[in-house]
DNA sequence: TAAGATAAGAGGGACAT
DNA sequence: ATGTCAGTCTTATCTTA
């Protein structure tokens, strides 16, 4: 969207023309009066990322025009729903984009800006393969990174690492089991670089986190494993009196997660090893014991449910 | 072989300077 | 802003049952 100057509306007179970038209308943005409903051919050339392949950078933008202000390199998201390589989006990418779209058409970004976005969300939708994440999960990361881009603290940071950040984040907000280490591993970025730009994200957009919930983790460790249901909801009333008791705050969810389970199947009489469900929490086994000893100490384990 | 113990090192929060 | 401190988690190695 563009001012144009030039010329007034010619039912309010205020000279606040607009010109729409996707259908070409001029319009006013004082009166919103339609002055001229032709379609002048400013229009981003779309094809060249599915004819080159995508790799050449020169040929990503829109054929610049000098006749709008910005020499029409404002930009829209690709109205037609594929990638950058040309296959389509899957149903949950498209109405991510759906909803950025309605963002872009309202905001003036700028053509980098624009090419950082997609560039972020290729990688988001890589990542959701990787980690089977809900759409809605999706939708929250990629708004997150909006904001991001917009605050410009995506700036001397890596795409990468910002976009799993916001990943991160999303999940954190609902509630999904994902550690930093899972996602850390998928997007092939350290953790330390991801977990510093979630800091970033938490402090500049001012999150609020819910804190993660050890008995949500139960679940994912235990569907690694295989493990009965009587013994994740023993693992689950432990975790419920450690929390109630205070002695959960500070410790990684996954390592309390994992030491209810093993001592839930040591009451009930399944062997499992501590290394095998070191591996499936993704924490260490010198973890599990500590948190176990923790346990014993706090006296949990003596209880009877 | 599994589990426990110990030690060194990293990263981040709280708090003071 | 910068440094220190206590606490957590990880990695590695050794010992114990």
Redesign the pocket.
């Known amino acids: 969207m563009t001012f144009n100057l030039n010329s007034n509306c010619s039912r309010c007179g205020k000279k606040s023309l607009l010109t729409d970038q996707v259908t070409g209308e001029q319009f006013c943005g004082k009166c919103g009066y339609v002055t001229s409903e032709k379609l002048q051919a400013s229009g981003p050339e779309w094809r060249s990322f599915q004819k080159d392949g995508g790799s050449d950078p020169a040929r990503t933008g829109a054929p610049s025009s000098l006749t709008i202000h910005d020499m029409g390199l404002s930009t829209i998201i690709n109205p037609q729903n594929r990638d950058a390589t040309g296959k389509p989006l899957t149903a949950s990418m498209k109405s991510t984009i759906t909803r950025l779209r309605t963002w872009d058409s309202r905001s003036q970004s700028s053509a980098t800006a624009d090419r950082n976005l997609r560039q972020a969300l290729n990688e988001l939708n890589r990542l959701k393969d990787k980690l089977t994440i809900s759409s809605s999960v999706l939708e929250k990361a990629a708004y997150l990174y909006r904001k991001a881009l917009e605050k410009k603290l995506v700036r001397g940071r890596s795409i990468s690492a910002m976009i799993a950040a916001s990943l991160y984040a999303a999940c954190r907000d609902t509630e999904t089991p994902r550690t930093l280490k899972d996602i850390a591993e998928a997007a092939n970025v350290k953790r ?1 670089d991801i ?2 730009c979630y ?1 970033l994200l938490y402090n500049e957009l001012e999150l609020k986190m819910p804190v993660v919930d050890p008995i949500q983790c139960i679940a994912r460790i235990s569907s690694k494993l295989k493990v009965t249901e009587k013994i994740k909801r023993y693992a689950a009333k432990i975790l419920k009196e450690t929390q109630k008791r205070q002695e959960s705050s ?3 969810p996954m ?1 309390l997660a994992a030491a209810a389970l093993y001592f839930s199947c040591a009451i009930n009489g399944v ?5 095998d469900l070191a591996e499936a929490a ?6 599990i ?5 923790g346990l014993k100490e706090a006296k949990i384990l003596e209880l009877d449910f």
């Open positions: 330390k977990s510093r800091r500070g410790k990684d390592g062997s499992i090893t501590q290394r993704g924490v260490t086994e010198v973890t014991r500590n948190r176990y000893k």
